[in-house]
């Protein structure tokens, strides 16, 4: 297996510190430029190898965006890429759109709940996740991969890839930081535990 993966470029949402989920929020100026820099760095990691990958990109439109800006500074049509249900971001439910300050001073409890287990917290809200739960569905898209691949997806979802193939504890998955201007990389077999994944 071999995966480049790409978080999508910064949105407003993000550099306010709100609980993005699976809102559709647009990428902000500097998200645009972050996914055109991504996009001239596979260029040169890919090179001639470029046609023996698969492109796929979660539906929401910021990871959409970002991939097709990123195909663009490749030299690609921004158009030759598939989409993926499963490498969607994570559900915060009825906490999307709010902040953490904002939540505290409504529902100081369940923030402090989260804080005490943030990996396995699931958010109020019909359709809300954990971290956990997200993981499940992102497990099985790894399984999944049957072919080189550059991947656009989500914070919570390079969370779940540290912790299923870096072998991270539930604390540092949730708490490391997912950059949305590098690329990372997962090369080797899950199956037998050999992969290895980290930032380029």
């Keep these: ?4 993966m790409i978080r999508h470029g910064q949105t407003d949402w993000n550099a306010e510190g709100r609980m993005q989920g699976q809102k559709d ?3 902000n100026e500097t998200g645009r430029a972050q996914a055109s820099e991504n996009g001239r760095q596979l260029e040169k ?3 001639n190898a470029v046609g023996r990958f698969d492109f796929v ?3 929401l439109g910021r990871t959409r ?3 097709e800006r990123a195909r663009l500074a490749m030299g690609l049509p921004a158009d ?3 989409l993926d249900d499963r490498l969607k971001e994570l559900s915060f439910g009825d906490w999307e759109g709010s902040t953490l300050p904002e939540l505290a001073r409504i529902s100081p409890d369940r923030v402090a709940e989260r804080a005490r287990q943030k990996w396995s917290f699931i958010p109020p809200g019909e359709d809300a996740e954990s971290y956990e739960i997200l993981s499940w569905r992102i497990g099985a898209w790894l399984t999944s991969v049957e072919r080189p691949t550059v991947c656009v997806s989500h ?3 390079v969370r779940s890839c540290f912790r299923l193939i870096g072998h991270v504890s539930e604390d540092e998955a949730c708490e490391m930081n997912i950059w949305q201007d590098r690329i990372l990389k ?3 077999n899950t199956e037998a535990g050999t992969a290895t994944i980290g930032w380029i």
């Design 80 to 82: 030759g890429y598939r």
């Design 25 to 27: 929020i647009g990428l």
């Design 65 to 67: 965006d970002t991939m």
């Design 57 to 59: 990109s979660s539906p």
């Design 155 to 157: 914070g919570g979802v």
């Design 186 to 188: 997962i090369e080797g």
């Design 1 to 4: 297996m071999l995966i480049y």
């Design 45 to 47: 990691i890919l090179g």
